[in-house]
């Protein structure tokens, strides 16, 4: 799987569903997706590591709260139901 992320992604987190009603800019929201996707499953390739890093520097709080979350999941679950 790739980090990069389409517009038709729904985020899987709790974590990541706050912070996208609490936000209107669409930069921010594009950064928020890919984040939870590189949480998800890192890829190995510089660009999309060095992202991550940066967008994980300027929230660490929401990346600790996605990574977290993320980890209690069972492999394979989908997380699209309630806030």
């Known amino acids: ?3 990069i992320i389409g517009p038709w992604q729904l985020p899987e987190t709790r ?6 009603r609490a936000t209107p800019d669409a930069a921010l929201v594009v950064d928020l997706l890919f984040l939870e ?4 499953e890192a890829t190995p ?5 060095l992202r991550a890093r940066q ?11 996605i990574r977290s979350e993320l980890r209690m999941r069972p492999v394979g ?3 699209l139901s309630g806030p």
Do not use: H, K, V
């Open 1 to 3: 799987m790739s980090a």
């Open 15 to 20: 974590a990541a569903r706050r912070a996208l």
């Open 37 to 40: 996707a590189w949480e998800r």
């Open 45 to 49: 390739d510089i660009a999309s590591t």
């Open 55 to 65: 967008i994980r520097r300027a929230n660490p709080r929401l990346a600790a709260a």
């Open 77 to 79: 679950s989908i997380g």
